[in-house]
């Protein structure tokens, strides 16, 4: 027997599928059991956009929370595993670096690794070294090599973190079918109107084609660009970002597959903007983010083209869109999540992310009929900071470089950067401190890895590294390099792994 409370919510509407809507709509299934009415609405004449094929770990998290299993989760979105993200060409053309997932080396009495690693930089005697050498995620994805991490903390194996490529649409049909069998009712239609009480100016309903009325207490808008509730409906200010982040379109295309899988993204630079490159088992994601004020769209799509490794499957598919976010995201009983609360282009990969901490904080702070102002403003407090710390850390890709071949670059490298990331530069700037401030979701260990791949070296480091003999850290710094030299050459090739766990069918039988 179910315990609905006289304040309890017991209608959720979500606008929208995709990704958002599905991936919302496949946890808010879990209050099914308590008597909650979970409906969503989406039409299939409405496109989604579709183009977050590329994950950070804390999707594991998510997909632990929803008991999935992973081998399954993999095989049916044609997924392939993903230790970071390559960037070519963003400090100086024809250079690269890599931005691992996990931890470099190991700290000694309270000393970072990375200070280690700079003092004996600066002395070079012996040559640390590159930092990536330090990390097993980075080492194993230069050989192309993947495994699971090792649950033993004394194993070098447990500081492999590991991420996904997936095709989006797969995995929305994959929620979807999850969300269905737990109870989640989905109606086919488009919204035409939205009902909402004249005093509070809450919403009541959506009204879709054919006169039908779909009441809720609580709405999710997962809508896309178009935020039909909390923007369009509700009014809700956004705000943009545009001067530090210019890049306001883009063209995505698939392309056969070439070689083998590399178990990472690759992020290349270009004249007014940058191309991803996703592997699938099944194809390969391509797309060229850019800024229209620097290049024509046609010159864009060009470029993308010219720079496949593999034939083109179909015809490239333009996106319009501008950095920022709502000034709100919950206002009265509308939660947006998606691209209907802010976008920021996928550098690296945080589209999905912030779709699933929007989804998570709000179950942790899942109002009642009453909708009081606690839960509202902790959860627009929580999310519009996580917003600008992903924010400040895409720009920083974009300022930390050396370029100077184009008025973009031109743009980028000289203009002038939120005070919060100016805060970071400088802590950095002076003895290489970083900080995880407020549950930030970058490490310190991915900023120091963009921050010395971008070529921002400090001025000098931690006058604790002092108190530990040179000889002894170099020795110390040498055994964790052979380590995890030795753990990658173990490990089995990424395509292998895949061949031997969870190969999708339409792969096993090539």
């Known amino acids: 027997m179910t315990d609905t409370r006289p304040g309890q919510i017991t209608k959720v509407v979500i606008v929208g599928g995709g990704t958002a809507g599905w991936m919302a709509a496949a ?7 308590g008597g909650v009415s979970v409906t969503l609405v989406e039409s299939e004449e409405v496109g989604t956009v579709g183009v977050g094929e590329a994950t950070i770990p804390s999707l594991l998290d998510y997909n632990r929370m929803l008991g999935i299993d992973e081998d399954a989760f993999v095989r049916a979105t044609g997924a392939t595993f993903k230790l970071g993200i390559e960037f070519r060409d963003w400090r100086r053309l024809g250079e690269a670096y890599l931005h691992p997932f996990g931890t470099h080396g190991r700290d000694i009495d309270g000393v970072s690794f990375h200070q280690l690693w700079l003092r004996q930089a600066a002395s070079g005697t012996p040559d640390p070294g590159p930092i990536g050498d330090y990390c097993l995620s980075s080492v194993a994805a230069r050989r192309g090599r993947f495994t699971r991490p090792s649950a033993n903390p004394q194993s070098v194996l447990s500081t492999l973190s590991y991420a996904f490529h997936f095709d989006a649409a797969l995995y929305a049909r994959f929620l979807r079918d999850m969300a269905a069998q737990d109870g989640v009712v989905r109606v086919e239609g488009r919204v035409v109107a939205v009902d909402r009480d004249v005093e509070t100016g809450f919403i009541e309903a959506v009204r879709l084609e054919g006169d039908r009325r779909i009441e809720g207490e609580l709405f999710v808008d997962c809508s896309g660009f178009r935020s039909l509730l909390l923007g369009e409906t509700l009014d809700v200010p956004f705000t943009s970002w545009k001067q530090w982040l210019p890049c306001d379109r883009a063209w995505a295309v698939p392309s056969a597959r070439q070689g083998p899988l590399t178990p990472y993204t690759r992020a290349t630079a270009d004249t007014a903007g940058w191309r991803w490159r996703i592997p699938l088992q099944h194809r390969v994601g391509n797309g060229y983010v850019y800024s229209s004020a620097h290049i024509d769209d046609d010159d864009a799509k060009q470029a993308l083209l010219a720079g496949l490794d593999g034939a083109a499957q179909g015809e490239p598919r333009q996106l319009r869109f501008e950095a920022g976010r709502r000034e709100r995201l919950w206002d009265r009983n509308c939660v947006a999540i998606g691209l209907a609360g802010g976008f920021l282009e996928p550098l690296e990969s945080t589209s999905i992310h912030l779709i699933q901490s929007g989804i998570t904080r709000l179950m942790s702070l899942f109002p009642d009929r009453g909708f009081g102002s606690a839960e509202r403003d902790e959860y627009n407090r929580v999310m519009l900071r996580e917003y600008e710390q992903v924010r400040d850390f895409i720009i920083l890709h974009y300022h930390a470089t050396e370029r100077s071949d184009s008025p973009f670059w031109d743009h980028c490298r000289t203009m002038t950067v939120p005070e919060s990331l100016l805060a970071k530069l400088g802590l950095w700037s002076g003895r290489a401190r970083v900080f995880r401030d407020q549950g930030e979701l970058f490490t ?21 590294t002092a108190g530990l003999p040179p000889s002894e850290t170099a020795r110390f710094m040498a055994h964790i390099r052979d380590m995890i030299d030795k753990t990658a050459a173990a490990m089995p090739m990424h395509e292998d792994f895949i061949a031997q766990h969870c190969a999708a069918s339409s792969r096993r039988s090539a």
């Open 444 to 464: 310190p260990d991915s900023w120091i890895a963009v921050l010395l791949g971008q070529g921002v070296r400090p001025d000098s480091f931690d006058p604790l």
């Open 27 to 33: 946890a808010l299934s879990r209050l099914v059991a």
